[in-house]
């Protein structure tokens, strides 16, 4: 008798520059001159695809950088036009992008995403978040930030925006009948939306894209942003340190889901996993130790400070973290603050100490050790109900996102964790997700 | 002694739906349902691309159409994203989008734009419009279109901030100096732009692009529209009916750049240019005529009451065209308006012939013959100082820009007015235009 199927892991990449840890781009050879080069982007999607996983997943941000331009890379290309030349040089996998509802034009915004999902025949995502500086705000018109509730707000009603539009113009309506009309005007469904952020008519000047929509990822860690979360995603990138905030966070968001008569199933929480991979654990430590030595602290103590909405220029490398206000006074990103404040009360680290435990992916979930290890606690935490999948953060791009395809994903295939071939074309077939 | 070389022709192709002609998508084996098909528009691009083309055109609009969604088919995929996938599919042609600075925010148009043109290396232009219908406004938060002036006001607007934040962070400020810093912010150039329509801080989160900034086309006909493309167009897709209209408008545009310090030499008139070509020329107007008899007459009565502002639908096909106001007194869209006129006054047509003459481009220039015939036309307008080359409208499509590819091209070729190999790997470089 075969044994019971195992849940199978989702798996994006979640590309990133030349890779998440901080100091990727000041080692030897790194590809950091490579970064307009849309063939450097091309290639991470095909080694992503050649892994057969889910999606490539693009972050956004609406300034050159949150912390001063002498930062290392942040935002080269621009997200969506990325995406559509990955679409040409792929055949299946995912293409994820992430777009600010505080920014953004909704009918903009719909009418790229439907697009791209043309372009790329049902494989697009939009990951929607609510930006977090006056510096990106200041570049679209506004003089600071709105309040988080009012972010939280206008993201709902962005969200209603985009569904009305993407389903706005049926495909069946188009009849392109020689002797009659093009269109049918009657199946037409114009949104006469009228909120307190945005007025759209509609319909949209695209028509509803294969996928039905765009597959929605979400990243809130508030409780504005888990309801959000729990009303709309379909996909969720979510922040978690340990198993146990995981279990935590992903055990909330599918109650509120629930409670809103939603079928958790339907919802992946995927959170960021760094990985350091080797055929030993003492090659990985290595090559961590070396990605380490080379972060100047002076720049990750500035990140630090933007994390934790403090100044911290004064603080000893070699002291205790100073003690920080409780998560409710915290304005900015709530899933990375209480990251650091679970780090700092589970592991009472000098600053130094943070900052290396922050180095690579800012608090996400960090797995060091050989392929099994690796593939171990990927089945440790989905077994556990903590993820339905991660998030890729490789601390090095490509290299980084290389060896978890060439060494972690055939250990999860061998266990039946996770697929040796696509077996639909889709993002959202991918991730068994319905079509709306 | 060898003749003095001839004046190079520019030809770009203005890619819309199956065609210009009204009727194209109504002609058997029409390419209609093939709009969502980036392999449709690649194979265009690509058609193009083997005669040399200097760009490929693509028009924009905000709604699914100005006349009712039982017109033909006006927009399908977004442009932007079109022109993109195209980068990937050829080599050196350049890549026009159309952006409505009535409704693009300007770091995201700057933004996309920039990215294009990394991604094409140095391929992107952009044609700015300041678009003409209360629909479109009413999907971007407007209750109507703001008045003429307005517009145009905010479209100077727009071109300056565009023009700050693709000079605002220059490729040499990148250092990427593994000990040091990425960029030096020094280099860095802030716009802190507060204007009477937008407010941008900058710097761009794209470096400058290859082009130094994407080449820019204009296409406004009335005073306002005229001075913009004085002051800031490289390239201007004009409305002529004919070769007196499009002299006057050329010579007009030129002494406005002189007069404002420019080199009127650096500005590319190219009026639009509807061709129907064969080796007969009878063989030609049986497919004009066919062309024309698949056309619904009050399909077409509905255009036209856009076109000159006035309810159409009481007049007479077979009386003469009822009296319209001075081009004074129109608000919408100058160019096409007073090509009306001039045809009314030029032709005195009965309604119905009026409906035939505006069925394929709406008043551009038309040529109908043998290839010969169509290059000496082409010849002689340049010749004249009518214009620099055109923006090529083919009926159909992919047909018409076939036809023209294979049977015009070497023509002009042959009497030396056309390239026969791309020199540059720009669009700048095609145009003759310097790096700014």
Chains 1, 2 share one sequence.
Do not use: C
């Amino acid at each position: 008798m075969p044994a019971p199927a195992r849940r199978h892991v989702r798996l994006n990449l979640f590309a990133h520059a030349v890779g998440h840890h901080g100091a990727a781009w000041r080692a030897p050879g790194s590809a950091v001159l490579r970064l307009g080069d849309i063939t450097y982007w091309e290639e991470l999607a095909q080694i992503a695809e050649r892994g057969r996983l889910d999606a490539i997943f693009l972050a956004d941000g609406q300034s050159i950088a949150p912390a001063g331009a002498e930062r290392g890379p942040t935002w080269f290309l621009e997200p969506i036009t990325v995406l559509t030349a990955l679409a040409r040089a792929t055949e299946r996998i995912g293409l994820v992008t992430t777009v600010s509802s505080t920014f953004w034009d909704p009918f903009h915004a719909a009418r790229l995403l439907a697009s791209l999902d043309h372009i790329s025949h049902g494989r697009a995502g939009i990951n929607v978040v609510t930006s977090m500086t006056d510096a990106e705000a200041r570049n679209h018109g506004m003089a600071a930030l709105p309040a988080h509730e009012e972010r939280y707000a206008t993201a709902e009603e962005f969200l209603r925006v985009l569904h009305g539009l993407w389903d706005s113009w049926p495909r069946e309506s188009i009849r392109a009948d020689p002797g009659g009309v093009y269109v049918d005007p009657s199946m037409l469904r114009p949104l006469e939306h009228h909120g307190d952020s945005f007025a759209v008519d509609g319909p949209l000047n695209v028509p509803t894209p294969p996928q039905g929509r765009p597959v929605l990822f979400q990243a809130g860690a508030s409780e504005p942003g888990r309801d959000l979360a729990a009303r709309w995603a379909e996909g969720i990138y979510a922040v978690a340190w340990d198993l146990e905030s995981a279990h935590a966070y992903r055990t909330d968001v599918r109650a509120r889901a629930a409670a809103l008569g939603r079928d958790p199933d339907l919802i992946a929480v995927m959170p960021g996993l760094v990985t350091y991979v080797g055929s030993t654990e003492e090659e990985v430590r290595r090559l961590q130790a070396d990605l380490h030595s080379r972060l100047p602290v002076e720049h990750s103590l500035r990140q630090l400070a933007f994390f934790v909405g403090q100044d911290t220029s004064g603080w000893e490398l070699d002291a205790p973290v100073p003690p920080l206000p409780p998560l409710e006074e915290f304005t900015g990103p709530k899933g990375r603050y209480a990251t650091v404040l679970r780090i700092i009360r589970t592991a009472r680290p000098t600053v130094r100490e943070l900052l290396g435990f922050l180095a690579a992916g800012g608090g996400h979930a960090t797995v060091i050790g050989t392929p099994e290890t690796v593939a171990d606690e990927i089945e440790r935490w989905v077994d556990a109900g903590a993820a339905d999948g991660f998030n890729l953060m490789p601390p090095t791009l490509p290299g980084g996102i290389e060896d978890f395809v060439d060494q972690v994903v055939p250990v999860l295939q061998e266990r039946g964790r996770f697929r040796r071939e696509y077996a639909g074309s889709t993002l959202r077939e991918h991730l068994g997700l319905p079509r709306p």
